[in-house]
């Protein structure tokens, strides 16, 4: 089955920085890439995601980027705010299916 | 539209219990997924439902089983509880399976005794 691999674990960034969180995955089918964002003891919200037909995908001050040959992809959060604070987890799933594999997660931290 | 909601939010139950969990998802949404969130172990799927059939599933032990019904609710079963059940238990819908956006519902946390 697919493995979806996740760093940092935790990351700290003063307010106003870039944050990078970098994913890589195991199973070449995949080819859908959500990005959640979960705030302590709430629900996991998308922030956003990509397809295997897009190399890059931009949302104000989110950004995707996918190598599928490398079979990594990343998020990029740039101008870092405190309510960015938060546990992101990437994913990956294929055609046909809704069963999302995980990455561990990275607690991002950002320091006013 | 309303958001995907869960039923109980909180639970407690004893080793050895049964448990049964409900998911209603967005109106409209015809597909509901099951994960299961623990510290040590993330996020993981159980299974995915569609048209009332069992589409995915994890590699969860035959003690956890679901369902869906004809309205696309769905419900979550554990029997025999065990400690290592103790979990945030999230349901996630999408209008149709495959390359859509997945909406998660508040979760139940579940605390095995």
């Known amino acids: 089955g697919e493995n979806v691999e996740q760093h940092p674990s935790t990351l700290s960034v003063q307010e106003g920085d870039s944050a990078v969180i970098k994913c890589t995955y195991s199973?070449?089918?995949?080819?859908?890439f959500p990005w959640y964002k979960q705030e302590l003891g709430k629900r996991p919200q998308l922030i956003i995601d990509?397809?295997?037909?897009?190399g890059e995908k931009k949302d104000q001050r989110i950004a995707v980027t996918l190598n599928k040959t490398a079979k990594h992809f990343s998020l990029h959060i740039t101008e870092t705010q405190p309510e960015d604070s938060a546990v992101y987890f990437c994913?990956?799933?294929?055609?046909?299916?809704?069963?999302?594999?995980f990455g561990t997660g990275t607690r991002l931290t950002v320091i006013p | 539209k309303a958001g995907v909601t869960q039923t109980p939010r909180y639970l407690i139950k004893t080793r050895g219990q049964q448990v049964t969990l409900s998911c209603s998802p967005i109106?409209?949404?015809?597909?509901v997924s099951w994960y299961q969130q623990t510290p040590g172990q993330g996020l993981q799927f159980l299974f995915e439902?569609?048209?009332?059939?069992?589409?995915n599933k994890g590699n969860f032990p035959g003690r956890f089983s679901g369902r869906q019904f004809s309205n696309s609710r769905s419900e979550m079963n554990v029997s025999t509880l065990e400690l290592g059940d103790s979990a945030l238990y999230l349901c996630?819908?999408?209008?149709?399976?495959?390359?859509?956006?997945?909406?998660f519902g508040p979760g139940t946390r579940l605390l095995v005794l």
């Open positions: 996630a819908s999408s209008p149709e399976p495959g390359l859509e956006t997945q909406y």
């Open positions: 199973d070449s089918a995949s080819n859908y």
């Open positions: 990509i397809r295997s037909n897009v």
């Open positions: 994913a990956a799933s294929k055609t046909g299916a809704n069963n999302l594999f």
């Open positions: 109106s409209g949404h015809r597909s």
């Open positions: 439902y569609f048209s009332e059939t069992q589409r």
